[in-house]
């Protein structure tokens, strides 16, 4: 019989170039599926879980900036993406009907680089060159998101104020 071993992962704040959690010595978020069930927590009555923070950015941008569509949206809508829901509004594409391809030619593909470039406070000028898409498009579709999503931006900007005002901002 094995003696089993304890491991300790390391989880990383600052792991990535996004800013996302990460997990070293092991990367847990590396491990193949099947080989999952070699891991079993220690203490009796603990489990270990497999969260996937899908829209995370999106989601928060949402709460902070209290816009109740999105948020209604997240609450009520199984599964709902905001990449879809953009492609929707850009492309006139019913929300089912958005298939997740993100190659930059595809609606999904195109208004996923769009909706993190604005929740990351990209310009125009920055998401078009970032993502390889044209200006005109890029320029279209964030006025179309403006009109959308006013108090995301609203947000947005009363935070580059206050940004400017303080120097710093907190979280």
């Known amino acids: ?5 304890r491991m300790h992962p390391n989880f990383n704040v600052h792991g990535t170039a996004s800013g996302r ?6 990367n847990l978020q590396n491990v193949p599926e099947s080989a999952r069930i ?3 927590p220690s203490f009796p009555g ?3 879980i497999q969260v996937d923070y899908s829209g995370i950015e999106s989601r928060l941008v949402a709460y902070f900036a ?3 569509d999105l948020l209604y949206k997240y609450a009520t809508i199984p599964k709902f993406s905001e990449y879809k829901w953009a492609a929707e509004l850009f492309f006139g594409i019913p929300y089912e009907a958005v298939v997740k391809d993100n190659s930059k030619d595809a609606p999904y593909g195109k208004a996923k680089p769009i909706i993190l470039g604005t929740n990351y406070g990209m310009g125009i000028q920055k998401i078009s060159k970032k993502y390889d898409l044209p200006f005109k498009d890029v320029k279209a579709c964030v006025y179309t998101l403006k009109q959308a999503k006013p108090k995301v931006f609203a947000y947005q900007e009363a935070q580059a104020a206050r940004a400017a005002r303080d120097g710093v901002l907190e979280n």
């Open 38 to 40: 070699i891991y079993v």
């Open 46 to 48: 603990w489990k270990i």
């Open 66 to 68: 209290q816009d109740t």
């Open 1 to 5: 019989e094995a003696t089993p071993t």
């Open 21 to 26: 959690l990460s997990s070293s010595d092991p």
